[in-house]
């Protein structure tokens, strides 16, 4: 296994599928009746603004195809935002059928909480530099926060 230098890591994008984000969605347009059971994503594990904001759209309308989903896109003033049409048939194409949307799900949400945690060891590495609150003072807060982020995946507080 290769060693990585603390540049390189920290150089480095944070983990992320968008391949898996848009199989999740296109599912959702495939499968409306998926939805309940992608629960445990939020709009906030999609690494894609684009993909978070389809999320989002998908999850809050009544009924799903390809044109309604375009129509709410446009109404909402978010097609162009997201891509346009071109993303939209991308996000339509990217699988076959919905069977497997919780575990492309699965996906997504385990590299938001690997983006999260990385989120907030950055922020650890901050405060241990800063030298503003004791070692223990900055590991009680960053158990508080690996503990929200695995009970709720809430978005980047930091220990601050």
């Known amino acids: 296994m290769k060693k990585h230098t603390t540049s390189e890591i920290l150089d480095s994008l944070p983990p992320s599928d968008t391949e898996a984000e848009r199989c999740v969605l296109c ?12 629960g445990f ?14 999320f989002e759209v998908l999850m809050g309308m009544e009924a799903i195809d390809g044109v309604l989903l375009v129509a709410t ?11 346009g049409l071109a993303y939209v048939a991308e996000v339509i194409g990217s699988v076959a059928v919905a069977a ?4 492309y799900g699965r996906i997504v949400r385990e590299l938001a909480l690997k983006r999260r ?35 709720d995946g809430d ?6």
Not at 41 to 54: C, E, I, P, R, V
Not at 73 to 83: E, H, P, T, V, Y
Not at 100 to 103: D, F, G, P, R, S
Request: charged share 25%; net charge positive; proline share 2%.
């Open 155 to 160: 978005d980047r507080k930091g220990i601050h």
């Open 41 to 54: 994503l939020k709009a906030g594990d999609f690494y894609s603004a684009a993909n978070a904001t389809l």
């Open 100 to 103: 497997h949307a919780v575990y």
């Open 117 to 151: 945690m990385i989120y907030l060891n950055c922020d650890v590495l901050k405060a241990l530099y800063s030298g503003r609150w004791s070692a223990a003072k900055i590991a009680e807060k960053q158990r508080r926060r690996l503990n929200e982020i695995f009970s």
């Open 73 to 83: 896109l446009r109404a909402s003033g978010k097609l162009d935002a997201i891509g």
């Open 27 to 38: 599912s959702i347009i495939l499968a409306p009746e998926v939805r309940p059971q992608l």
